[in-house]
Each structure stands twice: as structure tokens, then as C-alpha cells.
């Protein structure tokens, strides 16, 4: 049967994963970014966790693409059939009206970049389109009470960006964006395994590390784990155990960068903002804040307490789902245009 009613969505497109939030139900989706193709056709094979499954393990006429990097759409036209896919799986099939989508974006997204976030949007089969920002929708999904004049930041990890925000008053006072997140851990990861052990793992493996004894602080006992790489000497398959230490070493250099970014913005926070961010604390939200003692590590750095965020994977999600009850004040920051016929 065909519903006439329209929904309205919040979408986290993010470069690891896409979150779909439907009004009145909450998060009803949540997959992997990634699309497996078949070259020959350009057809879809799959999308999501079906998808991820095949990444590293494809013949040679499929391809499991990630068509975000860096938090931006990367490859347009995958990230089109992707947020199709997903829609229609969260809207449902049968309807006329299309939905009006709220779609989140890194805090220094370009104008070109915001655009082909639209386009793609609208392309997918949304009737309006609108943006908001990481760190705004990632504060509102963590139940902070923005609307006040009180400063408070929030540090979104996702995959691709680290997206820093001093907001107060709901507007984004001082910001950064860094495109240092989960997947520049990983690739530490693998660059660490190369150097060190001349062995080439996969990202799966590396994110498996990563996210099962991975850590930004010194634990107090170090935990390890068997992982299965190709000897770069001999071109065998290999197995070596790896301590949570070593992870620690192999991810210095983005954890300090994110540390660093950090601090550059508490350097540019007036006074009276820093004094209340000194008082409520820093909050972590995306799931590279979820990186074992990386809250420590900046609190460390910083001086200012942190906090991670409850479900802080979804908290972007939830801030967006939110913002489609104030979709028309949104109207204002997002340019809105009638889908090309
Ligand atoms: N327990 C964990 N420990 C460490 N990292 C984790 C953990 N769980 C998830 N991650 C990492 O979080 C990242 C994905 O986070 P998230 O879903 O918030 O990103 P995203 O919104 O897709 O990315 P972006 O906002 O940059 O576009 C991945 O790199 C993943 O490996």
C-alpha cells in the first residue's frame, strides 16, 4: 500500500559509518560507509556491513569502495547510490512525498564540499536538504543545553576529521577541523607493522587492534593480541603478537596532533569562554574518542577535565535527529534549492 505521509531524517554521512535517524522513532540504521561495485556493470553489489565484509577480499571485477575520506564525499557518484540505499532502507519504499533530510558536515567544510553533500542528498531522493554542523548536531545529541551564553567544547573523533568547537549561544565561536581520526590511527598501525616488523596487515586488522588493545595512555597492565599479516621478506602469511604498548608508540603522532589541535584552540578561546570550558570540561564525542585512554591523554595536555560522551558513536546522530524539530530555523544556514528535474 502507498503512504502519502513524509518523514523527516537526520543523516550522520560520515567517512566510517552513515546513522540515519528517523523523526519519532530515533536511530533506526546504522552501517558501515562502504559500496561494493562491480566494474564491469557499475552495478551495485552491496552496500554497508555486507560491503565492509568485502573490503581486501574481492575478485578483480568488484570493488568495495569507501566514497568518503576525510570526512568529505570522495567519489560522488557512490556516495549517491549509497545514500539512496540507505534512505529508502530507513524511509521505506512505499511512499509519494519524499523525506526532508537533515545532513551533518565537518565544521570547515568548503562551499564546494557542502555542495556535493546537497547534491548528493537531493540526487538520493530527499525533498529538502539541510547541514548542519559536526560539532553542533555532536553537542546536541549529548544533551548539552547550547541555547545558553556558556562556553562549551566539544572534540567530535570521527573517521576521517577531528572536529573541534568552542559553542555557546548555539553558534560555533572558535573552531578547527584536523583530518586526523580513526583512519589516520589505522594507518599508524599499518606503517608500524611494516617498519618494525616488515609484516603488511590489512586496515580490518589494523582497526581490530586499534579498537581491542589500542590506547593513547600508558596502561597499567599491558594487554596483547594475535594478528595474521604477509611477510614483506618472504611473502608468506605470518602471525605475530602484538602488545597494547607498541600501539600505543605506533599512534603518537596522531594522538599528539589531535592533542596539539586541541590546545590551539583553547589558545584562541576569549577569556570568559575558557573560564566556563575550565568549569564543565571538555567532551568527547565519535567513535575515535573511544580510543582507550585518549580522554586521559588530553586531560593530560590540557589541564581541562574530559569527558567521553554516553554512546558517543551516535551522538552526531542524535543531534541531527533533534535538529529536524527546528529544521526551519535551519532553513537559514543551509541553501535550499528544488531538487533539478
Ligand atoms: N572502541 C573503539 N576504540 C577506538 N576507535 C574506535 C572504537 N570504536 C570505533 N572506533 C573508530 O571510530 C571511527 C568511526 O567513528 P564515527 O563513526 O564517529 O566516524 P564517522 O562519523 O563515520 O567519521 P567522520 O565524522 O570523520 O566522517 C573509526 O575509525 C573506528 O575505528
Not at 568529505?72 to 534512505?87: G, N, R
Not at 546537497?118 to 544533551?143: K, M, S, T
Request: glycine share 10%; charged share 30%.
Amino acid at each position: 500500500m502507498w503512504w502519502f505521509g513524509g518523514t523527516d531524517l537526520g543523516i550522520d554521512l560520515g567517512t566510517a559509518s552513515v546513522l540515519v535517524y528517523v523523526k519519532g522513532k530515533g536511530i533506526v540504521l546504522k552501517e558501515p560507509s562502504v559500496v561494493a561495485i562491480d566494474k564491469n556493470t557499475n552495478k551495485v553489489l552491496a552496500v554497508g556491513e555486507d560491503a565492509r565484509q568485502m573490503i581486501g577480499r574481492t575478485p578483480g571485477n568488484i570493488v568495495a569502495i569507501r566514497p568518503l575520506r576525510d570526512g568529505v564525499i570522495s567519489d560522488y557518484d557512490v556516495t549517491e547510490k549509497m545514500l539512496k540505499y540507505f534512505i529508502k532502507k530507513a524511509y521505506g519504499y512505499k511512499k509519494l512525498l519524499r523525506p526532508r533530510v537533515v545532513v551533518c558536515i565537518p565544521c570547515e567544510a568548503t562551499e564546494v564540499e557542502k555542495r556535493a553533500v546537497q547534491d548528493a542528498a537531493y540526487n538520493a531522493g530527499a525533498r529538502e536538504v539541510h547541514l548542519i554542523e559536526e560539532p553542533i548536531a555532536a553537542a546536541i545529541g549529548a544533551g548539552l543545553d547550547i541555547s545558553k551564553p556558556t562556553g562549551w567544547m566539544v572534540v567530535d573523533i570521527g573517521g576521517g576529521t577531528t572536529d573541534i568547537a568552542v559553542i555557546s549561544l548555539s553558534g560555533i565561536v572558535v573552531r578547527n577541523s584536523i583530518k586526523v581520526a580513526g583512519d589516520k590511527f589505522d594507518e599508524s598501525i599499518v606503517a608500524y607493522m611494516r617498519k618494525k616488523y616488515k609484516l603488511m596487515i590489512g586496515e580490518r586488522t589494523a582497526e581490530d587492534l586499534k579498537v581491542n588493545i589500542g590506547c593513547a595512555f600508558k596502561r597499567d597492565e599491558d594487554i596483547s593480541m594475535e594478528i595474521k599479516g604477509r611477510d614483506l621478506i618472504s611473502g608468506l602469511p605470518k602471525n605475530i603478537l602484538i602488545t597494547s604498548e607498541e600501539i600505543r608508540m605506533a599512534l603518537q603522532e596522531p594522538v599528539n596532533a589531535i592533542a596539539d589541535a586541541v590546545h590551539q584552540v583553547l589558545e584562541k578561546t576569549p577569556p570568559e569562554l575558557a573560564a566556563d570550558i575550565s568549569d564543565n570540561g571538555i567532551l568527547m564525542t565519535g567513535g575515535g574518542s573511544l580510543l582507550w585512554g585518549l580522554d586521559k591523554f588530553i586531560e593530560e595536555r590540557t589541564k581541562v577535565p574530559v569527558k567521553v560522551a554516553e554512546d558517543a558513536i551516535s551522538c552526531v546522530a542524535k543531534g541531527t535527529g533533534v535538529s529536524l524539530d527546528y529544521i526551519d530555523v535551519l532553513e537559514d544556514s543551509s541553501i535550499k534549492r528544488r531538487k533539478k528535474a
